[in-house]
């Protein structure tokens, strides 16, 4: 509910309008993932098998997760510079994890320069109770065994929104091909493309959005550029623009660097049942080069 200012009353939210509070105070901060002796984050391997999730690997034990946490922060990178990979965070007890937050995107193919140094970090307001084991499991798109480095923190404590959620979904992910919804910005410059599903029926009340954009394995494009993005939400022709001109980049100085996020954390609210998509803008036209992946991790009840 939201409280209208001019008459005192309690209003139910417009779609797409956030209901955050603010921040109460008193966070408490613990890791899960340090690997202290490496100075890295925990390896978790991926599969011999493209597109198939590996082992899970323990980043927390139940019993050193001693906070009631609101609030849970990645960083994530990769041992290879030519791979995709999809990387799920799970709880519970060994042989009966349960994915809490799915497929987060790590695109990292990209020239060799820029091998091992893309991180990613990845804010989500998910509750996870003390007590509770935490793991990771990821896949890729080659055949070899690589690993993803795992760590992040739990955050115990009064957040801007109340208690954490307790569901996260994927929007627009593919696990067959360990990537995201391709967009295509079409043909004309610094133009608006058609909007391209990516959820056609959500099946959560969505409070929170986290985008991130992949490369499609593309490590030829050799300018720079730009591409606008944005999210919206509707029927079919009837969309409506929610989160507009999302910015990412390709840079180009003798090798491609792809701008992958995470963007956000964006609030909102978005119902049961609703469709949402996304649309963008590029400040190119070659066919291969304009395209790009995307996927919305959308945190709710």
Not at 168 to 190: F, L, N, Q, R
Not at 201 to 215: D, P
Request: glycine share 12%; net charge negative.
């Amino acid at each position: 509910m939201i409280r209208d200012r001019e008459s005192g009353l309690w209003l139910p939210p417009m779609r797409g309008a956030a209901d955050w509070p603010g921040f109460g105070g008193g966070q408490q901060v613990i890791n899960f993932g340090a690997d202290t002796a490496n100075s890295l984050g925990t390896g978790c391997t991926k599969s011999g098998t493209a597109h198939t999730k590996g082992s899970w690997e323990v980043l927390l034990t139940a019993a050193n997760n001693t906070v009631e946490a609101d609030w849970i922060v990645l960083q994530v990178t990769a041992s290879d510079d030519s791979m995709a990979f999809l990387l799920d965070i799970g709880v519970g007890d060994s042989g009966s994890e349960k994915v809490l937050i799915p497929n987060l995107l790590h695109d990292q193919s990209q020239q060799a320069f820029f091998s091992n140094m893309v991180t990613q970090t990845w804010s989500f307001p998910l509750h996870i109770s003390a007590g509770t084991r935490i793991s990771a499991r990821c896949q890729g798109t080659g055949t070899f065994t690589r690993d993803m480095l795992v760590s992040g923190q739990l955050i115990e404590g009064d957040m801007m929104f109340g208690p954490g959620y307790s569901k996260c979904e994927a929007w627009g992910v593919s696990t067959a091909g360990t990537s995201g919804d391709s967009i295509d910005p079409g043909t004309m410059v610094d133009t608006l493309g058609a909007w391209s599903a990516l959820e056609a029926t959500t099946n959560i009340e969505a409070k929170a959005l986290v985008v991130s954009f992949g490369n499609q394995l593309n490590n030829e494009r050799t300018v720079t550029f730009g591409w606008l993005t944005d999210i919206g939400v509707g029927a079919l022709d009837s969309e409506e623009v929610l989160i507009p001109q999302i910015f990412h980049h390709n840079g180009y100085s003798g090798v491609a660097a792809f701008s992958h996020g995470p963007h956000g954390i964006f609030p909102v609210n978005i119902a049961t049942g609703e469709r949402v998509s996304a649309r963008a803008q590029c400040g190119i036209t070659e066919a291969t080069d304009r395209l790009f992946d995307i996927v919305i991790y959308a945190v709710g009840n």
